[in-house]
């Protein structure tokens, strides 16, 4: 598997199929159990092959460009090593209509067994993704004659129904590889499964709204600290900041319904086997209120037994 530098933006992802083991990975007890699998799937460099080599590290056997007809043959070999390969992961690289027709039989077939299985879509913006192909000087696998961002809106077409069966999405558009990296540590590192995890996202409209968003909120309502000559250096990370937010009315009040808003959605997702969420918080700029609206929220959303982690998109953008 390729590697990629420090530095290097979350994408290519090509190569032919090749077979990987993690460095954690040990032999078992004998046990005929159905292995854990994960797939990898979504835009083509939108970071794919960093996400598996993260799994792999974590000591997930990860196979790599597997045709999507062979999963539940991968999947039944590991049922049959005696324990010694219990999680797997695939990357799928779908690149014509043939193969992903292949992958929903794949994962028919799947959940007739009763497979356990996780479905993980790296998403990125179409900029991000040229950016990407520019900078190693490849061709998008969908572009034939015409250009990067015509193969780009192919696969976005050809992925859109797969992308709405996905239980986790990650926009790596604004991402390196190290915080690519550090999402897939935080949903995948822990020994034990928890039933929820939730990402808290504070974001800036004026950059766009988050893609891999599941719920949005809106902080705009509130006074901007911005307009605080003494506070628009600060972020909402800040004390002071912090105060000044919480101060303004209705921002406590929000804070207590939202939170058992989302206590009511929690449950619903853990009856309904989701086990990822991202509550989008945004404000203006992403600086102030939608920080330390976010940050309040996720030690909230601690208190309630889910396990949270904060990620500030927009925060030193300014």
């Not at 792999?56 to 049922?79: Q, R, S």
């Not at 479905?119 to 950016?131: I, M, N």
């Not at 949903?187 to 891999?212: C, H, I, N, W």
């Not at 929690?266 to 600086?287: D, H, M, N, P």
């Amino acid at each position: 598997m390729t590697q990629q530098q420090p530095g290097q933006p979350a994408g290519t992802d090509d190569g032919a199929a090749q077979v990987t083991t993690g460095p954690e990975s040990t032999p078992a007890a004998v046990d005929t159990a159905t292995p854990e699998l994960v797939i990898i799937s979504g835009m083509s460099g939108a970071g794919r092959s960093t996400a598996a080599k993260c799994l792999e590290d974590l000591g997930w056997f990860v196979v790599d460009n597997l045709p999507p007809a062979l999963i539940p043959t991968m999947v039944e070999l590991g049922a049959r090593s005696q324990g010694n390969v219990a999680r797997i992961a695939v990357v799928v690289d779908v690149r014509g209509r043939r193969f992903f027709d292949n992958l929903r039989e794949s994962l028919a077939e799947l959940d007739a067994r009763q497979v356990k299985r996780r479905f993980v879509f790296l998403e990125s913006s179409d900029d991000a993704l040229v950016r990407r192909f520019e900078s190693v000087r490849r061709p998008h696998p969908l572009q034939g004659d015409g250009r990067i961002v015509d193969g780009i809106a192919a696969e976005r077409e050809l992925l859109r129904e797969l992308r709405g069966d996905a239980d986790l999405v990650i926009d790596t558009s604004g991402l390196n590889v190290h915080q690519l990296r550090a999402k897939m540590d935080a949903q995948f590192a822990g020994e034990e499964e928890p039933e929820l995890r939730a990402t808290v996202m504070s974001f800036g409209f004026k950059y766009g709204l988050p893609v891999d968003a599941d719920l949005v909120v809106d902080m705009r309502f509130l006074p901007n600290p911005h307009w605080v000559p003494e506070l628009r250096a600060y972020t909402g990370l800040n004390e002071e900041v912090a105060a000044y937010v919480f101060s303004q009315p209705g921002a406590k009040e929000f804070l207590d319904r939202y939170t058992e808003l989302l206590h009511m959605i929690a449950a619903g997702y853990r009856r309904e086997g989701k086990r990822y969420v991202t509550v989008a918080v945004g404000c203006t700029g992403g600086k102030h209120r939608s920080v330390a609206m976010s940050e309040k929220l996720a030690k909230r959303l601690v208190a309630d037994g889910v396990e949270t982690v904060v990620v500030h998109r927009d925060m030193g953008r300014e």
